[in-house]
């Protein structure tokens, strides 16, 4: 049964235990969940407010209000430096539903489906339920945890029917540069039966403020058949306002059209006008956010590389730590649990983002400072009493 086959998220699993734990009173600190510390700006909220005093609770067309479409495709060319149909712009209540649908419509018996090993744990999860073959790519430590066209050689297949990449990528932090993606769209080549889907939602939170972000969409004939995933949530920290944009090859518009419209009929109305007014205001809040996790990546990749036995790949972008525990013959698993019962701190251990995470784990850059500060004095401390 489909229902059967989905996985739950332990981002959000931590999340609910944490705030179980806070409601009876203990101090946790909670570095699971990825969520901005940063209130959503001032001018958005305003946008929404408006839109409910004019009036605007009713239905709108499925795929989002033309408005909308049409500041999504603006925003891309504006951005990314690429042209995209505001006909192919899809907004959906969540980057996930276009995740989701992208999965449904690709995968099935019969067709197997390529995904980043760690990465986000609904690529997998909803693989298998699609009934798909699910393979994992593997992110070796030694590539910084980029994909590489090397790796996924032997992996594609006849069958293969949807790769997908994440850059900048949740949990490593890596970030997918201009010639890798060339190596990838030259390897594809020989798969012309192959979707790419590319989830670019942490396109925004580059670290280095000279590098400019490598999307699918620049490489033309990768883009020709790109689903682009991204959305609200990150950029303009609006994670419970359940807002994506999505870009879809010309083919499958009409598909998620019968999907939109059999599940939630369409996106909520007045946030759709705050929508707008996010990508075409001030953008200083985002600048601010990406300065904040840049300094803090940095802070807790130093404190986790001064721990014996610990090792941490400096990340690229995205807002996470995804240290090693090895060396000191840890898990993820256990370093949750304990961490959570022992030192009231909140962690997602690296198995539930795919098998190669077993003695990882992952931090968020995106708490405030002080509760990183406070966590990292609490991990030094719990390192002293368990050498």
Known sequence: MFLDLLENESALEVLAQAV????????????????????TPAHICEAAIEALRC???GYTPP?????????????VQKSFGTTVDAENVVITPGGKMAICWALLICGGEGAEVLYPDPGFPIYASMARASGAKGIPVPLKEENDFVMRASDLRPLLT???????????HNPTGSVMRAHDWQEIEELVQ????????????????LFDERERHASALHCK????????????????????????????????VAKVFSLAVNSYSCPATPLQDAAIAALAGDKASVVSMRKNFARRARKITEAMNAIEGVVCVPPRGAFYVYPSLAGRGLTGSVVQKRWLEEIDLAVVAGIGFGRTGEHHIRLSCAAADEQIDEALLRIDAWFAKNP
């Open 190 to 205: 020989d798969f012309p039966q192959l979707t790419l889907l590319s989830d670019e939602i942490y396109s925004d939170f």
């Open 221 to 252: 004939s990768l883009g020709e058949r790109t689903i682009l995933v991204h959305g609200w949530s990150k950029s303009f920290a609006m994670t419970g306002w359940r807002l994506g944009w999505s870009v879809w090859p010309k083919e499958f």
């Open 158 to 168: 006849n069958n293969s029917r949807l790769l997908i990449v994440n850059s900048p």
């Open 20 to 39: 179980a734990l806070q409601r009876q009173g203990r101090p946790v600190i909670n570095l699971g969940v990825g969520q901005p510390d940063a209130p």
């Open 63 to 75: 795929l989002g209000i033309p408005e909308l479409r049409t500041s999504v495709a603006a925003y």
């Open 55 to 57: 009036g605007k609770h």
